[in-house]
Antibody
Framework: EVRLAQSGAEVKKPWESLKISCKTS????????IGWVRQMPGKGLEWMGI????????RYSPSFQGQVTISADKSISTAYLQWSSLQASDTAMYYC???????????????????WGQGTLVTVSS | QSVLTQPPSASGTPGQRVTISCSGS????????VSWYQQLPGTAPKLLIY???QRPSGVPDRFSGSKSATSASLAISGLQSEDEADYYC???????????FGGGTKLTVL
């Protein structure tokens, strides 16, 4: 069974740093992209970025480029999302999700998030 | 402002059929297949439909998806109270080189 287990809720102050985790199991960690998705209070889903743990290839949404860092540790099948300096506007629920990519020789690739973590609530308040 | 456009709300009575639309552009839905996610209150999103119209194991056949040109739709037939949730469409986008989501549709079962 594929499982993505995220770290627990965090309460931080502005300007503090933070690293949250997404520990995976039940599949080959290095052969699937892992994505991070933000959901601000009462709002919709926003794609932040993805990482391919096999070679650490990382892509960011322009909205989050330079604001967060996505990384992965193959030895413990865990992906991370980190901030160097949190702001109140970072208060949100953050989800990790496994991105399935099906490559076709002549048709466009197929992309979908097939498994999700339970979410990590990050609260930033002075 | 989400890249994919969904109606903010939809509603129906038990047993009814409801549809939720998702409008995109030539850089996303016009090229790539659409996936749909169900988010029950207080829970993480769950994959409902992938590749426009495929249901993962365990998803009832009351849920179906379709796509035409740069738009997609999710249909729920035989509406049940437990279908009350937020629904999101998503697709890969060539301009972003990443995933784009719709703004979400809150489905209310009256």
């Amino acid at each position: 069974e594929v499982r993505l287990a995220q770290s627990g809720a965090e309460v931080k102050k502005p300007w503090e740093s933070l690293k949250i985790s997404c520990k995976t199991s039940g599949y080959s960690f290095t052969t699937y992209w892992i994505g991070w998705v933000r959901q601000m209070p009462g709002k919709g889903l926003e794609w932040m970025g993805i990482i391919y743990p096999g070679d650490s290839d990382t892509r960011y949404s322009p909205s989050f480029q330079g604001q967060v860092t996505i990384s992965a540790d193959k030895s413990i099948s865990t992906a991370y999302l980190q901030w160097s300096s949190l702001q109140a506007s970072d208060t949100a629920m953050y989800y990790c999700a496994r991105l399935s990519v099906v490559v076709f020789p002549t048709n466009p690739n197929l992309y979908y998030f097939d498994s999700w973590g339970q979410g990590t609530l990050v609260t930033v308040s002075s | 402002q989400s890249v994919l456009t969904q109606p903010p709300s939809a509603s129906g009575t038990p047993g009814q059929r409801v549809t939720i639309s998702c409008s995109g552009s030539s850089s996303n839905i016009g090229i790539y297949a659409v996936s749909w996610y169900q988010q029950l209150p207080g829970t993480a999103p769950k994959l409902l439909i992938y590749s426009n119209n495929q249901r993962p194991s365990g998803v009832p056949d009351r849920f179906s998806g379709s796509k035409s040109a740069t738009s997609a739709s999710l249909a729920i037939s035989g509406l049940q109270s437990e279908d009350e949730a937020d629904y999101y469409c998503a697709a890969w986008d060539d301009s972003l080189n990443g995933v784009v989501f719709g703004g979400g549709t809150k489905l209310t079962v009256l």
